[in-house]
């Protein structure tokens, strides 16, 4: 899948277009790229960096990174991404003319998305102005329960599983491998010390069965406090892995929440619990 920042980037061709967001790339979002895919055109989708409501002012925790978003789409069989970089020159557009200065330079023939799409200065446009405007104008029908908001709720108090139902896919957190203390280690578990993008989203503090680079591996993700650590940090430890990973980009999915995050009596009971999730981990297997 080819992602560009510029609409003259992409040849002028006859195309299927989904406009929106897609952080997290869940199910109501692969029912409107299937509906891109299905209208037989260059099936192209057009999104936003940052996110909107980040542009103005507001916080967002992020299911994805760009990075992470356009492998997702790409991996769902979109040929081409449009990139916008959103700011608030942008988000004055009037529909009509975000229509002329995104839309037609690509050749957009078709558009795809879902119920509540809107769009333009005060989100004043919609599919049915899309018609008007002369594109044949699809509407989606939503997924019943699925919006990235709920999926972010599920993810804060770390029900696992039921985001994954969501996404149809695991949830994952993403980062590049930093130095950590390397007490892990010294205590025969060596973990892979994340720094992740500050607007990403970081499920519920606990222990996690996941992957990670092909690997199953046992995930913390908490403030450590069997050493009263305070900063928030997220560690992999990937089973039967040795290597080098430092410096490098980790998609870490998440399978299960194990348990709470908690202090020890003494370093021995804590590797000996490090231990069991290790086991349990060998025996987890990714949500249904």
């Not at 960096?49 to 992020?62: S, W």
């Not at 998305?113 to 005060?122: E, N, Q, S, T, V």
């Not at 997924?143 to 709720?153: F, T």
């Amino acid at each position: 899948m080819r992602a560009v920042s510029n609409a003259g980037e992409l040849a002028q061709r006859a195309r299927a277009v989904a406009i929106g967001t897609f952080d997290g790339v869940h199910l109501g979002h692969r029912r409107v790229l299937d509906a891109v895919l299905a209208a037989g055109l260059t099936a192209t989708v057009v999104t936003f960096d940052p996110h909107p409501r980040i542009a103005f002012g507001y916080e967002v925790e992020l299911l994805s990174t760009l990075q992470r978003r356009l492998e997702l789409i790409g991996e769902a069989g979109i040929e081409e991404t449009l990139v916008v970089e959103f700011d608030l020159e942008v988000a004055k557009l009037e529909p009509a003319e975000f229509v002329d200065t995104v839309l037609r330079p690509i050749g957009t023939e078709v558009v795809v998305a879902g119920a509540d799409f809107r769009f333009g200065r005060g989100r004043a446009g919609d599919l049915e102005q899309l018609a008007r405007l002369g594109f044949d104008a699809r509407t989606v029908p939503l997924v019943e329960g699925v919006s990235s908001s709920k999926i972010r709720d599920l993810l804060r108090s770390g029900e696992i599983e039921r985001a994954a139902k969501l996404l149809g896919r695991p949830p994952e957190v993403e980062g590049i491998v930093v130095a950590g203390d390397a007490r892990g280690g010294t205590l025969g578990f060596p973990t892979a010390n994340l720094r992740l993008d500050p607007d990403l989203l970081v499920p519920a503090y606990g222990i996690y069965a996941g992957a990670a680079a092909g690997h199953r591996a046992a995930i913390s993700i908490g403030t450590n406090p069997h050493y009263r650590g305070e900063e928030r940090r997220v560690e992999a430890h990937l089973l039967d892995f040795s290597g080098d990973l430092y410096g490098r980009r980790l998609v870490v999915h998440l399978w299960r929440r194990l348990r709470d995050e908690q202090s020890f009596s003494s370093e021995a009971e804590l590797v000996a619990q490090i231990a069991r999730d290790v086991e349990e981990t060998r025996g987890a297997a990714p949500p249904a």
